[in-house]
């Protein structure tokens, strides 16, 4: 049974300050909440209210539209405009009040058998924002990043897509910045590849990913630095990977635990010119023995290059891929600790025999990366602003790690010894007199520190406690006073 408009309409005031459609909408769906036009109640037709009200009638119909989007009102055909028998607060706050009295079932969930041991591990803050600290691992100099130029090739790239957006575009991504990667890596990374070998990617960790769907099965082996990347190690596992740890020393990882005791791998993963988190470099004699070995058995190398760019002292070195005369290897590369931790764009390099296996495991993944920011990046590569860009951070980040090791130096020295290196964007210090991992990270929370444990990165119980700091995103004043601030906490 509905109510009569005439006798039960309220009067209502319009707000002032904001646009008459929107006081309208404020009014009545106030007027609902509260009760004074309750349920079934019909509406005067919208010319009736425009003349009550003395607004223009296109005024009323914004109004009424909003409302009876977001379900205050109902129309009956033939009928008129009637407020909603039970209205959407009314329906959340059911939700809530049976969430809160009824008991849920205990619902059983099949998931992945590889993941449970994934799960037990996880920790949900990397699912959640965090607030900014200093020293986080991974992050590049995104103080440094030209936002303007950015924005500009961005809106230049928007305004030609006209035509290009809604077609279907290759997988392996945008041709004119495959183009553009080709010509750089072989000019900088001593690369043998051709433009049909990119593949653009989002990130290092999809590419990972890719290598593990298109050439792994569940317990199938692979080879990783130990310690290593935590990332590889966990979508590896994911996939129900056997990983076996390869220990590394001053000339990078052991090649010959890997011909020796693990002979059946079908993958290796190796940071060859930066290993993750240490540091060391892959050393020549074991690069060709890695691919001897590889060409020989019939192995997979991912190489991952993550790192390349931020050399210091020296000439960056020649990837491993540069080397593979037999086509084994499958590189990785990143733009995100050149340009900012989510700028999600990446390239693989894959020999010529696997390009339709990884478009494929691509376009089952994603269909493919982002155009704007593809398009974007082909122009900031082929104008020449990535290559200044790259002289730009390398000088920096040489500054700021410089500035590190004089800091710790300073005010820790009876606590932390570094560890030399002449490249990357973070550095492992060890601990010392009797210092453990735990007790040195809570020192670091307590004042806002984003400093990791070694131990994150390793699958065996490391003998030797360390730290890492990543010093990239932060100027050497910022750096000193941190230092200062975490000895005086220390002390």
């Known amino acids: 049974m509905t109510t009569s408009s005439s006798a039960y309409f309220p009067h209502l005031i319009l707000p002032k300050g904001q646009p008459i ?82 008991s849920q079932p205990t619902q059983s969930i099949n998931i992945n058998p590889h993941f449970t041991n994934l799960l037990l591990h996880w920790n949900k803050q990397t699912l959640t924002s965090q607030e900014k600290k200093i020293f986080h691992v991974g992050v590049g100099c995104v103080d440094l990043f030209p936002h303007e130029l950015w924005g500009k090739l961005l809106g230049r790239a928007w305004r030609q897509s006209y035509y290009q957006l809604g077609q279907f575009h290759d997988p392996r991504g945008y041709l004119p910045l495959r183009q553009a990667i080709c010509h750089y890596v072989k000019s900088t990374r001593g690369l043998n590849c051709q433009e049909e070998q990119i593949l653009i990617v989002n990130g290092t960790q999809q590419a990972i990913h890719l290598a593990a769907y298109a050439l792994l099965q569940p317990n199938d082996q692979v080879c990783l630095d130990e310690p290593g990347y935590d990332a590889a190690l966990n979508i590896f596992r994911s996939f129900g990977a056997i990983v076996n740890p390869i220990t590394s020393d001053e ?79 499958i590189y990785a590369g990143t733009f995100s600790k050149m340009m900012f931790p ?41 104008d020449g602003h990535y290559a200044r860009h790259v002289r730009k951070v390398r000088k920096a980040c040489y500054e700021r ?77 910022e750096i000193q006073a941190n230092i200062k601030k975490l000895a005086q906490s220390l002390y």
């Open 21 to 102: 459609k929107d006081g309208l909408y404020c009014v009545l769906r106030d007027a609902i909440l509260e009760g004074r036009l309750s349920g079934g109640t019909k509406l005067p037709s919208s010319r009736n209210l425009a003349e009550m009200m003395s607004i223009s009638r296109n005024s009323v119909l914004a109004g009424l539209e909003r409302l009876l989007d977001e379900g205050y009102l109902v129309t009956k055909p033939s009928s008129g405009t009637y407020v909603a028998a039970v209205i959407p607060d009314q329906l959340i706050q059911i939700q809530n009040d049976i969430t809160q009295t009824k």
């Open 342 to 382: 989510e700028f999600r764009l990446g390239f693989m390099v894959v020999p010529e025999a696997l390009i339709e296996v990884f478009s494929l495991a691509k376009y089952y993944t994603d269909t493919r990366s982002s155009y704007l920011e593809q398009v974007a990046l082909a122009a900031f590569i082929k």
């Open 401 to 477: 790690q410089q500035a590190l090791i004089v800091a710790i130096e300073t005010y820790l020295s009876d606590v932390l010894t570094v560890q030399p290196t002449d490249s990357g964007i973070h550095l492992v210090c060890w601990l010392k007199n009797g210092w453990t991992e735990k007790e040195f990270l809570i020192e670091c929370e307590k004042v806002g520190l984003a400093v990791q444990p070694l131990s994150r990165y390793c699958q065996v119980a490391s003998q030797r406690p360390a730290v890492l700091f990543g010093y990239a995103a932060h100027t050497p004043d």
């Open 251 to 329: 000339e990078g990882m052991r090649v010959e635990e890997i011909i020796h005791d693990h002979a059946e791998s079908q993958l290796i993963y190796t940071a060859p010119s930066h290993q993750f988190p240490l540091g060391d470099t892959l050393s020549l004699a074991r690069r060709f023995a890695l691919l001897d070995w590889a060409t020989q058995y019939q192995k997979w190398i991912f190489e991952d290059d993550y790192n390349s760019e931020f050399r210091y002292g020296t000439h960056p070195i020649q990837a491993l891929q540069g080397l593979d005369e037999q086509h084994r290897v």
